[in-house]
């Protein structure tokens, strides 16, 4: 069998164009968490320039001359010429690269840097107009972004929806076909859900959550909880920045970001646990890969599996805030003393229809993604203008969750996503609710005691088990073929069901 | 006359160049002030690779090509064949791309990134055995990084001596011959001047430097420094390092670093005024040459001359703390009440033989300088070993300064420069001082009530005469024809000596 060492010269190119891309995160993350005002022009200049470098030499003569001895280039076919076959690792690596590299070849490099500039300078736009609630102040950025990402879709080509082109980059195989039945089946028992839970004689109190918390300790309990979880903190850093995310230049450079109020203890304490979810991903990668797609995460939805599960599954479980309760308690004597576990479980469980996704309950959250998922069809599909979206978004708020912005900057400014071209981004986030229950039952089958060892606080064997389930592989399986790997399955929204429903059933004692 | 404008695509080809290299600053940025101790090795590749991708682009044909219309390739002469001349700008560009252009040409872009990556890891290595005062554990990268400075001095070619072929990079022009009597004349005047100032029954002390001074108000009071100074937060940052520094990515991003000390009040505050000159200048670079020699300072020796001028003709002086003293005592009100000006003054000019360079008065300073000089040739001209530099620096030390230190970390491990390569950098702080002090004369003769100003906290008006006569002409002249611009005469000692003669001669009452 042909293995991986006989693919070292393209790995070694690979590298280098990944340093090439990784310097670009670099660039991104200070310009998120540390940049002054004044930098912007430039910097979207700088990381324009870069991932002009890293493209052309993506599509250079040199990676298709190292490329084409081993894959057939219009097929991805792998080349058995001398009769060998090439071992499984060898095989996904040349399926992956020759995914990338064909994609690649479709875009004019000048179109890569042109929107890598105009994404950039729109992301920055962004920040200021939902700072100042005022959408008619991005919408000029908002329009060239959309334009530009239809003309992307027209290049990489699709079948039925340009839309799609736009999704297979996020999560390679999802298609609106394959999503839409899985957003109705959310939709058709999810919605009657909600309903029962409005109607329920259950009031979960959760305004101990809205006291005053100082900053510096939210955020060292936030650290805590990242150590607990195994988060690296020799390979990785906490920042603060407007829009909570994770970044990695390698696995041992990972960094997370979070947020914190004063007057809304959730929200740090969450950011942290679900970006320490993604960060254990990025730092369970195999270094000896970096470059390549096997040490490359799978896709969105498997990356957001695993904040999620850390998020929601853990982070919002009985069995964690028995451990991780009391410590909190001492943090914050004073707000929480009398204020017991299963109150504060409730509070942190709280269903209620409210504006922002990131702050939306594990069951609201999917109707949130639905309304993005159909605007954004709508606008790359050309049925929507970007003009018209606070009235559409409004309009969808108020058919799904019953409410209605006040505001643009708590409506469709809300998310940072679009401004940088990320459409087709947001659905990942609910195969990411998917895949996290998914995943998390198998872990319980698979791992003796799970819930009493998060109980004692030991949540390092729950990390272990999705680094050797999960992380390891990098893009060795397809996010199909991960998941029944794992799970014996493919994706399938029971799990998830089942968990609200009984997890809100007994909550709500519906 | 032909005109910049015809230069246009050789300038946007140079942008490209320039973004890359400023992607390789952030990241170099970020390794100092941010970056997890884990993710040293693979960023020490990824800026390796960012400067392989710079140097290659800087010798590549289309470089060649843009360069050659205008440009007589082996000798630098801008091309008139057709009878029409460039203007100087255009003369002035075109010399020093050129000057760039045939030096990069002579460097194997291999050995670049080898020399890149070396250095990286090297300084890393460095700061560790600084901490562990174990000068063994950096000797192996010590002796890598200097074989490879020979190495690129080969390469480079030089006369008389291949730490010729080093200086020069930092300072154009400069040479062991230009050097040796400059440091002669220093050392003639210096060495009898300090014994003076030993023997004078002056006893001046600082102790009130090294009392309890809150950190994070020593870093507020440099800040506000800073601002006076017309540093521009909006276009820079403040942060901490183990040894401060500035860098620029443009204009309009341009970070100063510092370190503080709870016992040592002069350590943050000066390193503050001092890098803040440094900043100043590079924010006052004209942005729409971003890129081009043009928008680029002019050498090492000319941009320490703005550091120091503010951190001692200006940090140093009555006129400064006339106004500035009171804020201090209100900010340490508790450690500064019953210390006056004059105390104050007198405390932060005390002449003192010490072990650390930068934390060394006016007058022993230039002494640490020679012995660095004179330690670097050596190494480069290959008299003296890596190893034998702990010895060899303490017997120096004894025979410039009188003293030795006891240990290698505050002797030869003190200075960062030699561990990411860079020898013939040092003579540069000397050459410094004095363009400093040239310079500030002719600003005291040219600026109305110059002292005046300062002592009413009108700094704004010394920024905009170094911005006017210095910082927006970029590398327009060399620094030999900049003097000669700014004060008419090329550099000279006698300023300085001038000035450390009088400054201490009242002091210490010679």
Redesign the interface.
């Known amino acids: 069998m042909k293995t991986l060492k006989m693919l070292e010269e393209l790995a070694s190119q690979l590298r ?1 164009i990944q ?2 891309n ?3 995160s ?2 991104s993350w ?1 310009q998120e968490t ?10 979207a ?2 990381i324009a ?2 991932q002009g ?1 890293a493209h052309q030499k993506l599509i250079s003569t040199d990676t298709e001359r190292l490329l084409k001895t081993s894959v057939d280039l219009t097929t991805g076919q792998p080349l058995d010429h001398d009769g060998e076959l090439w071992d499984e690792p060898a095989q996904s690596l040349l399926r992956e690269v020759w995914r990338d590299y064909s994609r690649a070849k479709k875009l004019p490099s000048d179109f890569v840097i042109k929107l890598s500039r105009e994404c950039s300078l729109a992301q920055q736009v962004w920040a200021e107009a939902k700072e100042d609630n005022a959408f008619a102040d991005f919408l000029p950025n908002l329009r060239t972004v959309l334009a530009l990402k239809r003309e992307e879709a027209q290049y990489l080509g699709f079948v039925e929806s340009p839309y799609n082109a736009l999704l297979d980059v996020y999560e390679p195989g999802a298609t609106i076909a394959g999503l839409r039945p899985l957003f109705a089946q959310l939709k058709a028992r999810l919605v009657p859900l909600l309903k029962k839970i409005q109607n329920s004689a259950v009031r979960i109190d959760d305004s101990v959550l809205f006291h005053s918390y100082d900053t510096a300790r939210q955020m060292e309990f936030g650290r805590l909880v990242l150590i607990a979880m195994g988060y ?6 906490l ?1 603060l920045s407007a829009h909570p995310f994770t970044t990695s ?2 696995p ?2 990972v ?1 997370v970001t979070t947020r914190v109020h004063e007057h809304d203890l959730a929200s740090c304490l969450f950011s942290c646990i679900h970006e320490g979810g993604h960060g254990l991903y990025d730092q369970g990668l195999d ?1 000896l890969h ?1 470059g390549t797609p096997l040490g490359d995460s799978v896709s969105l939805g498997i990356h957001e599996s695993q904040s999620r599960m850390w998020e929601n599954c853990v982070g919002r479980s009985r069995a964690f805030w028995r451990f991780f309760y009391p410590v909190l308690q001492q943090t914050f004597h004073h707000q929480l003393r009398s204020v017991d576990t299963e109150h504060f479980y409730a509070a942190i469980n709280r269903v209620k229809p409210s504006f922002i996704r990131v702050e939306a309950d594990e069951l609201t959250y999917n109707l949130h993604i639905m309304l993005r998922f159909e605007i954004e069809q709508d606008l790359i599909e050309g049925r929507t203008k970007a003009d018209d979206l606070p009235d559409l978004w409004n309009q969808k708020m108020k058919e799904y969750l019953g409410i209605t912005p006040s505001t643009d900057a708590e409506g469709v400014l809300q998310d940072v996503h679009w401004s940088f071209g990320a459409f087709g981004y947001f659905p990942t986030y609910t195969l990411g609710n998917l895949y996290a229950v998914q995943f998390y039952e198998q872990a319980r089958l698979e791992i003796p005691h799970l819930e009493d060892e998060i109980a004692a606080g030991q949540l390092l064997v729950l990390r272990r088990w999705l680094g050797q389930k999960i992380h390891r592989w990098g893009r060795m399986f397809t996010p199909e073929r991960l998941a029944q790997r794992v799970t014996g399955v493919s994706l399938t929204p029971e799990p998830f069901l089942r968990y609200v429903e009984r997890k809100y059933g007994e909550l709500y004692k519906l």
Chains 1, 2 share one sequence.
């Open positions: 280098e340093r090439i990784s310097a670009a670099v660039l200070d540390h940049m002054p005002a004044g930098g912007g022009i430039a910097r200049e700088q320039t870069l470098v690296d903190f020799e390979r990785g850093r920042d230049f390698h041992t450079d960094r270094p970096y």
